[in-house]
């Protein structure tokens, strides 16, 4: 019985440790330097000055004067390409 934890808490612990493929991925992006890009799903969700941030770590500066609607539609777009 006490075997069968051991072999879950190594399993547990090689899992929290993420994939190998995560990790090389990281280390290559910090190695040319850039940055990983934080991916939103529900933009309807945020206020315009949390487009506005987003936008800006993905390298698109957003202009606040317009509506949130065109603001997501820049996002959109400028992901999209």
């Avoid at 612990?13 to 992006?29: N, P, R, T």
């Avoid at 770590?57 to 992901?79: C, P, W, Y």
């Amino acid at each position: 019985m006490s075997s069968n934890i051991f072999i879950k808490e190594k399993i547990m612990a090689w899992y929290e440790k993420g994939s190998i493929l995560d990790k090389l991925v990281k280390s290559i992006d910090g190695w040319i330097g850039k940055q990983p890009t934080p991916k939103f799903e529900g933009f309807e969700n945020l206020t315009k000055v949390e487009l506005e941030e987003y936008g800006r770590t993905i390298g698109i500066e957003l202009d606040r004067r317009k509506t949130k609607a065109n603001m997501i539609q820049d996002l959109n777009d400028f992901t999209n390409k």
